[in-house]
T-cell receptor, first 117, second 111 residues
């Protein structure tokens, strides 16, 4: 089946630094990718929709200048957490869709755990 | 944004018993999916049910969908300790392209 990878799987950084998380579709082209955030013991909250070659669409309450999304190719989307603070510590999960496989076909990455000290 | 609620929020049962989790949502949907997530890990897709379907089975899983009540249920029969995880429903809304997750149910199966 289709595979989506994320890198890194976990990262620890100091407060004020920026962290980049990569999401790759390994065996299909993903015109649309999604970024979710999950706090401990909570559900996944959609942060933004990333479209190849265009600007990301952010959900209400998500700061676009803080969470920079770049979907530069059909297999790669990146999420950069700028000037990270401890409250940004969370589990970040991406997912990818391929329209050729139907709207309902979505594949999730394994997630990236971010800890900001 | 979250689509809806799941109940119960937490469920503790003995191995061999059945576990039922419910999910409610707010808008019209194209389909509804159920996922499992082990602690601190990624999501595992369990089953997808389309809006024109009422029931679906996969192994020990049985999913129902009632679009008139905007609700779905996931039944796990003959539960095992390995079923201990969080279970989430997620919906693809009509006219949209996003998947929105419910709050989740934490299931604990005691051996």
């Amino acid at each position: 089946g289709a595979v989506v990878s994320q890198h890194p799987s976990w990262v620890i950084c100091k407060s004020g630094t920026s962290v980049k998380i990569e999401c790759r579709s390994l065996d299909f082209q993903a015109t649309t990718m999604f970024w979710y955030r999950q706090f401990p013991k909570q559900s996944l909250m959609l942060m933004a929709t990333s479209n190849e070659g265009s600007k990301a669409t952010y959900e209400q309450g998500v700061e676009k200048d803080k969470f920079l999304i770049n979907h530069a190719s059909l297999t790669l989307s990146t999420l950069t957490v700028t000037s990270a603070h401890p409250e940004d510590s969370s589990f970040y999960i991406c997912s990818a869709r391929s329209p050729g496989q139907g709207v309902e076909t979505q594949y999730f990455g394994p997630g990236t755990r971010l800890l900001v000290l | 944004s979250q689509q809806g609620e799941e109940d119960p929020q937490a469920l503790s049962i003995q191995e061999g018993e059945n576990a039922t989790m419910n999910c409610s949502y707010k808008t019209s949907i194209n389909n509804l999916q159920w996922y499992r997530q082990n602690s601190g890990r990624g999501l595992v897709h369990l089953i997808l049910i389309r809006s024109n379907e009422r029931e679906k089975h996969s192994g020990r899983l049985r999913v129902t969908l009632d679009t008139s009540k905007k609700s779905s249920s996931l039944l796990i029969t003959a539960s095992r300790a390995a079923d201990t995880a969080s279970y989430f429903c997620a919906t693809d809304n009509t006219g949209g392209f996003k998947t929105i997750f419910g709050a989740g149910t934490r299931l604990f199966v005691k051996a």
